[in-house]
């Protein structure tokens, strides 16, 4: 049977990853399957023992046509670009398409080398505003897709009250968590949630996590520094890395405590962790950037805030902390919200519908 190759840069516990799971997990309910290749191993992985997969480094990514000799009819390739000179002698073989996941734009302008040749068939990104980009900055000419990002309502993301008694400590004492999660880099904005934290402090008892950014993150030293300087130290838990399996009780322990994920990231295309907290009965706060209103519509299914206001920022937590009423009402449309634009079954047929466009035999 005919399969399809996912080919990403990263092997961790990151959003793109859980996109390509999601993606993969809807696939197999229709019989279609999948491999991944993978040319950076930074973690375990989140990914089922129904997926095969493989590891190539930079040393070696020559030796990728021992993969590509799999019966595959479609190859998917996810901002990395650096596999196209190794593979386009056998593209004949199979369709290519080129995903974008990533809002860095300079990093983007990758696409612009691959863009109108041999190399691919069509280019898929997770949201309009990302469409937007490769049309209107870019001037990509090939087709671009928008399929958003799915999540597994049923088997993984969905609120949890048999939360692990790590979790349990930090939730008893019904004092609220304000969750931040993502690298430690100056894309995704992490002093600003210091910032935000440090003011709510002066009014509210609140916890805040920040989950990711491992020991190599280059902003780990700032952001220490800045805890101290706000003297957040028995405020600010830091989880550097936390298995995937881990994160619906992580959400659902925020929930829980009345608290809510917070994000003020610079840019964003389709957020995955938007998808998974709300899954988990867990309210968004992010900035108004790149595809986060394809997600959250203020004040419906999440509060949006503008970039640097932090004023605004802790306006929008403290609605979330204060309001019930308003808290329940965002809670339910989210929950509504997913179950139709992010279900699995959904996102799967659009997929398909791509492949079949294509004249890929399935």
Not at 56 to 74: F, H, M, R
Not at 240 to 255: D, N
Not at 291 to 307: A, D, H, P, Q
Request: charged letters at 20%.
């Amino acid at each position: 049977m005919n399969r399809i190759l996912f080919i990403y840069k990263y092997y961790s516990y990151g959003g793109t990853e859980s996109a390509i799971k999601n993606r993969i997990y809807g696939l197999i309910q229709k019989g279609i399957y999948s491999d991944c290749l993978f040319l950076t191993k930074k973690s375990d992985g989140i990914f089922e023992n129904d997926t095969n997969i493989y590891f190539l480094d930079s040393n070696n990514i020559s030796n990728i046509d021992n993969i590509l000799k799999n019966d595959y009819s479609v190859i998917s390739i996810i901002d990395t670009p650096e596999v196209y000179s190794y593979i386009k002698q056998r593209k004949n073989n199979f369709k290519i398409i080129n995903e974008c996941h990533t809002s860095n734009i300079e990093y983007l302008k990758y696409v612009t080398d691959i863009d109108n040749k041999d190399s691919i068939d069509a280019f898929v990104v997770p949201s309009y505003f990302s469409k937007k980009l490769l049309k209107e900055v870019f001037k990509i000419k090939m087709p671009v897709y928008v399929i958003n990002n799915c999540i597994d309502r049923e088997h993984a993301f969905y609120f949890r009250d048999d939360f692990n008694e790590y979790f349990i400590e930090n939730t008893v004492n019904n004092i609220p968590i304000l969750c931040w999660i993502g690298r430690l880099e100056e894309a995704k904005n992490p002093i600003e949630f210091l910032k935000i934290v440090n003011l709510l402090k002066k009014k509210h008892k609140i916890k805040a996590w920040i989950i990711g950014g491992n020991k190599y993150s280059h902003m780990v030293n700032e952001v220490i520094r800045q805890i101290y300087e706000y003297d957040l130290i028995n405020i600010v838990k830091w989880f550097p890395s936390l298995p995937y399996s881990y994160m619906p009780y992580v959400y659902s322990a925020i929930s829980y405590s009345s608290g809510c994920l917070v994000s003020t990231s610079l840019r964003e295309c389709y957020p995955m962790i938007f998808l998974e907290a709300m899954s988990c009965k867990c309210p968004v706060i992010c900035t108004n950037v790149g595809g986060n209103s394809e997600i959250i519509k203020n004040n419906v299914t999440g509060i949006m805030y503008n970039v640097g206001d932090i004023f605004g920022a802790t306006t929008a937590i403290e609605k979330i902390l204060n309001d019930n009423n308003l808290r329940t009402k965002i809670i339910n449309n989210a929950l509504e919200s997913i179950n139709i634009k992010n279900n699995i079954e959904k996102c799967t047929k659009d997929f398909i519908e791509i492949l079949l466009n294509m004249n890929v035999k399935l």
